[in-house]
């Protein structure tokens, strides 16, 4: 054949119908099968040698589950806890979500950075930073208020804010909890077909009575299921009630199971055994979220695309605007600042020394002048490079799995590595640190104490986020992208380096700022696997909050606050540019 | 560009039969293709499909939407694992399920066209058709000239350094049908390469299409529902219906002998009426309709008594002003009438019946004009009985 005098076949026709070995397949398969085994292996493993393996028998464990001191007690205040502040969220997110997509009220930026709060400022942060504004004596909202009341003659010596009680508590939880609800709803408002509400308006419906029975309905799953996400999370957390439940002896189940596995001979049946109520709880969550989503098929999702006609606040326009905005100054902006403002104080007192302030904290941190600042910078050192590997390997991983779980779906291994990665989501991560410490810290294996043993863990505690983002970014490249590829002849390793990663790039910048951290910031597995010898930033600040050492605390707290948001602002940053670029 | 004997012989594999006939450049035995709805229930997307397509061929597949083109295609392609059957090429078995042999899509060198062009954004048009030579690892020096020679045969030479994004519907697909050819592989497949482009695009690049097939040789498999585009391109149309073959054949046979009012209606508009056959006159078979009798010339063995459907299509009718001595000719009254540029459209009426679809040149009647129209014997197809239509 020829085509203007060349010959037209131009690459040799070989025999190419003989299999060639499927390299992407065999590096594919291989990683599916590890992380697999990693996300299955510590908890069966765990499961198997408590209840089986050793000892005591199940009756044993039990019995020593129900007399465990105020065990009873613990779990009715972790349902006040979580009960309360789950309530209280979900009203909150429903409210700013509806706010920001269907009323003038909405300001554009708030919608896109609202999700990205507990990224900006993490839990543990803000539980400190709230602690250091709110303290009984020294708290510096407290200090406001009582020179404010000194000028109308009112001497009080201690509060009037108090964080170390149950409205302190629910509160904190409660403002962690908006994001994980308002994201569900906002997007379920965004693609609810605008002609349902337009309908019950063109009927002479009023606004009030169009939410009442025609919106709120049609978004009940997404309320539903932003609420149960709170729920899964709410169950999970530990740094909230650690930091603030101590002092008024208010413990709940988290607190209680680290405390377990910290104690010598650690009680892991005990722990197991709990840790199992709460996936028992997540369990039921999810299959009761299945069932509404089952019954509601008919809900009407469509017309993307279409502006819905927004609601006019009226006067309330700005009242609604300034509690949309309070809501970042209370989450992010007063405990940072809080926590700025203690780590230039050389300690924490009743007085602001405005004369004392320096920066001599963080020359102590990032030089590593004393024990205390060594410590510190070991810790933010070691988080860094574990989220740095930890979320390069887990986008790089997640991303090789998920083109092989796509292209191969048939394959039962695609299945079960699609089935394991997203098990980490409804398994508390409490559990996870149980089954690590089982599985893995002792012989054979050896990894107590050690980097790799919290390397691997955040890997699992991270990877329903990881192959969720992934795998959304693979969607979106479009499946007739890389089939094009293969009937040009190109095979899977060529398809995915040069296809569908470089397309993916935008979504899996977004995914490694997510996973980076996640994982810089974890406090729950940090700190059932870190050993002060390898301390790590959740472990850390921890430490220095129970032992002493907070104006240290809120210098790594600042650091580290800083380095997070450069490295989510920066992510998104870049996908956004890639985005642009040749579309 | 002349392929001889030799290039044919060039290729020698032969079938796992041992046999050395000609090997036909596509072979599909028995194809299924089952999928299961989210609901659970079973289509049969592809259901027991066998086709062989002789080397060179431009095979269109033409059937309405969700009858199983695309699912063909793509099972040809590799990119989608039928439930059972056998592929095979000239160079070899590409699918058996008996055999649990399937080649994936990258070794069976069957290029293919996208109905979304499916162009890689990030890479230049220059780099989107050199892919599939790099991908082959073809010598360095020949990728340059060869992607360049393909581009300005498609008259996008000037586009190379442009991404896609950055040119317009028509070109890109230009761009999708130089990447499919650039490689030269045997088989090329499109899936409604132009139903995204505008009419006059569209007809356009069916001439070229057309013209790099016979120039370059390859087999063609070309799935549409367009059927003037299925006329223009095809050396032969298979209409698909419910994933299966209803018939297939050159253009003009399908067209002139459709199998069945379905095939019929597919490659063409018809006009259609029900009747019992009264008897023979000569060769021509008498037939009693609502218009009175039809004279049919046929080689359909068709006896007194039977009920049969006949198929016509409009453009064989005959409008006239006057009587003459024709045929199957009857008095019609203008109904209702339609400018369509290159003619004019009626709907007729003889006495009570109304006949659609007649064609006349000329300046445009009135309504209540009165005409003759008839059929001639020969341009009146017979078909079974009239279950057909009831299916229909
Ligand atoms: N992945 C799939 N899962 C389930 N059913 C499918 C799938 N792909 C195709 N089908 C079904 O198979 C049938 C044939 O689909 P196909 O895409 O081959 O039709 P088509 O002839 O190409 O139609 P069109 O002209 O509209 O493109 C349809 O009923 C379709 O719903
Ligand atoms: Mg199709």
Known sequence: MTIRGEKWPLTASRASVSRRPRGFMILASTLAALITVLILYPLGATWVSVFFLRGDSVTTILTATIREPDIGKVLWNTAVIIGGSVLIATAIGATLAWLSERSD????????????????VPPIVGAVGWTILTAPKSGYLNLIVRGIASWFGLDISTGPLNPYNWVGIIFVYSLYLVPLVYLPIAASLRNLDPSLEEASTSSGASPWWTLRYVTLPAIKPAIGAGALLALIYALSQYSIPAILGNVPRIEVLTVRIVRLMSVFPAQIGVALTLGMLMIVVIITGLWLQRRILSRSRFATIGGRGMRSTVVALGRWKWPSRIVMLSYFLITTILPFIAIVLLSMQPFWSSVIHWTSFNLNNYTDVLGGLSALGRGARDALLNSLSLASIGATGSIVISAIIVAFTHRHWSNPLARLTEASTKLPGAVSHVVIGIAFIGALAGPPFRLSGTLAILLLAYLVVTM??????????????????????????????????????????PGLAAGWATVFVLMAGDVTVSVMLASPGRPVVGYEI???????????????????????????????ALSRKMALVRR | MARTQSDLKRRPDSTEDGSSQIVPSISIENLVKHFRRENGTEVRAVDDISIDVPLGEFLVLLGPSGCGKTTLLRCIAGLEKPTSGRIATQRGVMFDSGKRRNVPPEARRIGMVFQSYALWPHM??????????????APKAGIHSRVTSTLDVLGIGELAHQYPGQVSGGQQQRVALARALVAGEDTVLFDEPLSNVDAQVRDELRIEIRGMQRELGFTAVYVTHDREEAMGLATRIAVIERGRVAQIGTPKAIYSQPSSLHVARTIGSTTEMGGTVKGWEGDHAVVNTKLGLIRVS??????????????TRPVDWQLDFNDSP???????????????GTRNEYIVAVEDALIHHVWHHGEILPQGSQVWISIPPAAIQILGDSDEKAKA
């Open chain 1, 464 to 505: 329903p986020q990881a192959s969720f983002i992934v795998s959304t970014a693979y969607s979106q490249v479009g499946k007739e992208l890389s089939e094009a590829s293969f009937t040009s002849g190109a095979s899977e390793t060529r398809t995915f380096a040069k296809i569908s990663l470089p397309l993916m790039i």
């Open chain 2, 326 to 340: 024709l045929v199957n000719q009857w008095r019609a009254v203008i109904k209702a009438g339609a400018f369509l």
């Open chain 2, 124 to 137: 230049t048009v220059f780099d989107n058709v050199a892919y599939p030579l790099r991908a082959r690892r």
């Open chain 1, 105 to 120: 009220a909405s300001m554009g930026w708030v919608t896109r950075a609202l999700p990205l709060v507990p990224f900006l």
């Open chain 2, 298 to 311: 046929t080689s359909e063995s068709v006896s007194p008594g039977d009920n049969v459907l006949l198929v």
């Open chain 1, 542 to 572: 921890l430490d220095l909050w129970t032992f002493g050492g907070l104006p240290t605390l809120a210098t790594i707290a600042t650091v580290f606050t800083l380095l997070s948001c450069a490295v989510v602002l920066g992510a998104l």
